[in-house]
């Protein structure tokens, strides 16, 4: 199957780095504006759905920014290929003049020219243009090419440096960001465990309540790779909720959509907000199994719709892959992929 992933344009790594890390900022001052205490009781159920909302949101923004880092280590190693085949042309063109000074000097003498181009700066010597006058047309066009070669593997070489600088703030930034909002994770985790074992099993239920009469049955999936989907994500059902993670032992939201897609043979975009974006969208009313639901007007979490009213997905950590009502949270668009 092909892929159906739609991707931006970009204009280099430094632009794309900024976004990525501009929206690891915003996420992580939205984390920052939530209390590291707990609320009273009454209020800890909202104050844990909350943490878990802006968390997701954060984790999402996490995967844009390791998604970017993915493509940059493939930029960079593809840079990395062609400096190493410019520079076997560089060293094919100086073999072949080398070649040409030894039969000079047999044959009666070193040019001067050659004798400055196979100097230990032979580029000092390319300045030098008034020596050309010395060598034939068909050297002097040699020299020229050589020369072109060189500076264009000089400009290979910066924009690779710049590019393992831009992963490299990418990937410390990350991390960065992944202690925070593991620290979130973790605080909502004891707020929790604080509540009585009623308390708990009520939050429970409300995070898994929703209307089931949003729509119909569903029918058959509109494709066959959304039926692949569909059996994949079926197959997930009980594995762990992992923050930053696309299976197949764990996932996180997008991660799960991602990976079903994947044994489709279909490449998902890593964030929830891009998988917004991966097909057609379609009204709620008219959702098929294998359909992505996207909820919240941020599009921070995401689920595959299955018929009959329910969606698998990756809830929140300490909460397996399971169904829920389609309608457990608000949803903001239907794509079809």
């Known amino acids: 199957m092909g892929?159906?992933?739609?991707?931006?344009?970009?204009?280099?790594?430094?632009?794309?780095?900024?976004?990525?890390?501009?929206?690891?900022?915003v996420a992580a001052t939205a984390l920052g504006a939530v209390p590291a205490t707990a609320a009273p009781q009454e209020d800890t159920r909202a104050e844990v759905?909350?943490?878990?909302?802006?968390?997701?949101?954060?984790?999402?923004?996490?995967?844009?920014?390791?998604?970017?880092?993915?493509?940059?280590?493939?930029?960079?190693?593809?840079?990395?290929?062609?400096?190493?085949?410019?520079q076997q042309r560089v060293n094919t063109m100086r073999e072949a003049l080398g070649s040409?000074?030894?039969?000079?000097?047999?044959?009666?003498g070193l040019d001067p020219a050659l004798a400055l181009l196979l100097s230990e700066d032979p580029e000092?010597?390319?300045?030098?243009?008034?020596?050309?006058?010395?060598?034939?047309?068909?050297?002097?066009?040699?020299?020229?090419r050589l020369r072109g070669t060189l500076r264009s593997l000089s400009q290979d070489r910066a924009e690779a440096a710049k590019r393992l600088g831009a992963l490299e703030r990418s990937r410390k930034a990350a991390a960065t960001h992944k202690r925070t909002v593991e620290k979130k994770l973790a605080e909502a985790r004891r707020m929790l465990a604080a509540l009585p074992a009623g308390e708990r099993a009520a939050w429970d239920r409300?995070?898994?309540?929703?209307?089931?009469?949003?729509?119909?049955?569903?029918?058959?999936?509109?494709?066959?790779?959304?039926?692949?989907?569909?059996?994949?994500?079926?197959?997930?059902?009980?594995?762990?909720?992992?923050?930053?993670?696309?299976?197949?032992?764990?996932?996180?939201?997008?991660?799960?959509?991602?990976?079903?897609y994947a044994q489709a043979g279909v490449a998902l975009p890593r964030t929830s907000q891009a998988q917004r974006y991966a097909g057609r969208?379609?009204?709620?009313?008219?959702?098929r199994p294998g359909d992505l639901v996207l909820y919240r007007s941020d599009a921070s979490h995401v689920a595959m719709y299955m018929g009959d009213g329910q969606v698998i997905h990756a809830p929140y950590p300490g909460a397996p892959v399971r169904y829920d009502p389609v309608g457990m949270m608000p949803v903001s668009s239907v794509t079809r992929v």
């Not at 949101?57 to 290929?81: G, H, P, V």
């Not at 059996?231 to 799960?256: H, K």
């Not at 969208?281 to 959702?287: G, I, K, N, T």
């Open 49 to 86: 759905d909350r943490l878990h909302h802006e968390a997701e949101k954060a984790t999402e923004a996490y995967n844009a920014a390791d998604e970017r880092a993915d493509a940059l280590r493939q930029e960079i190693a593809d840079a990395q290929d062609a400096i190493a085949r410019k």
């Open 281 to 287: 969208q379609v009204p709620l009313s008219e959702a």
């Open 100 to 108: 040409l000074a030894g039969s000079q000097y047999r044959s009666g």
């Open 124 to 144: 000092d010597y390319l300045r030098k243009a008034s020596v050309l006058d010395r060598i034939g047309v068909h050297r002097t066009a040699e020299l020229k």
């Open 206 to 260: 409300a995070s898994r309540s929703g209307r089931t009469d949003l729509l119909g049955p569903g029918g058959a999936p509109a494709s066959g790779r959304a039926a692949a989907a569909v059996a994949a994500a079926r197959s997930a059902l009980g594995r762990p909720y992992v923050w930053g993670a696309n299976g197949p032992a764990g996932f996180d939201c997008s991660g799960l959509t991602q990976w079903a």
């Open 3 to 25: 892929s159906h992933r739609r991707t931006a344009p970009s204009s280099g790594p430094e632009r794309g780095t900024a976004l990525a890390l501009g929206l690891l900022s």
